[in-house]
């Protein structure tokens, strides 16, 4: 118990100190490079997505407080899990590991879109009117602790290595905040890109205000898995520049607060 706690409070040190230097180089990037122009409504929407990444942080360290890494540490002390029972060499377990985490988390995301009273839950990061990286921060409580049990029992059943589980959980927090950065990239740039990670172009069509749309691209850090399991959509209906962002019955001023995003998973079902 104290390997796994050490490994958990060195890995949470790590990533909050790439948390936070990512995201202040990203709100930079955006305020030089703008993708989409004009009020982004910031100080009323920054006011409760940031919080919103506190009380998530507080809610997986009281109700889930081993974390992804420590479960992989506990695992990787008893040798659990396909990998060890396949002895597989660490860096083809760690490289293994990571890419099926990450298609984990692909499938995750297509079961809150599918399964309705999951849908409720993700709506709140949906319901956010515009696009920067502080909406890849704007989760509810309740989807974050579920998301952390998902990777917790993937983990296990892989005995995903450690260090292969801290550098997915880095990569993952970094990437969702690159490709949900309201950025201007050159199109040859994003092209390249998207070839192989997630860009804020491509995710971008996934917050459209059409269900079309935003049942499509669902990757968060690899780009392959739209590919390959057919959720692809290169570009949206509308210039990516005036496209409509967020969901219908969601977008008054008073929905955009944060206990009103606290609740919104009570407020009936709709798409």
Avoid: C
């Avoid at 983990?155 to 292969?164: D, H, I, Q």
């Avoid at 079309?212 to 990516?240: I, K, M, V």
């Amino acid at each position: 118990m104290t390997l796994t706690l050490d490994w958990s409070a060195q890995a949470g040190a790590l990533r909050a100190g790439i948390f936070a230097g990512v995201l202040v180089l990203l709100l930079a990037a955006e305020a030089r490079w703008p993708r989409r122009a004009g009020a982004m409504r910031r100080g009323l929407r920054w006011g409760a997505n940031l919080p919103l990444v506190v009380l998530d942080a507080l809610a997986t360290r009281l109700l889930v407080p081993l974390g992804a890494v420590g479960v992989a540490a506990w695992a990787q002390a008893r040798g659990i899990g396909l990998l060890p029972a396949l002895h597989a060499a660490p860096l083809a377990a760690g490289a293994i590991a990571f890419v099926a985490l990450d298609g984990v988390i692909y499938w995750q995301h297509r079961l809150f879109h599918g399964v309705p009273v999951l849908w409720r839950l993700h709506r709140v990061h949906h319901s956010d009117v515009e696009f920067d990286a502080t909406t890849a921060l704007r989760f509810h409580p309740g989807e974050i602790v579920l998301s952390m049990g998902v990777k917790m029992l993937a983990v296990a059943a892989l005995g995903a290595p450690v260090a292969a589980v801290i550098a997915f959980e880095v990569a993952l927090n970094a990437s969702a905040m690159f490709n949900h950065a309201n950025v201007r990239l050159p199109p040859a740039l994003d092209a390249a890109l998207r070839r192989v990670v997630v860009t804020p172009d491509m995710h971008r069509v996934h917050h459209s205000v059409l269900r079309a749309e935003h049942d499509r691209n669902y990757g968060f850090n690899l780009a392959w898995w739209d590919r390959l399991f057919g959720t692809y959509t290169a570009q949206p209906r509308d210039a990516h520049a005036v496209m409509p962002i967020g969901l219908d019955h969601h977008r008054a001023d008073p929905e955009q607060r944060l206990w009103a995003l606290l609740r919104q998973p009570l407020d009936p079902q709709d798409r």
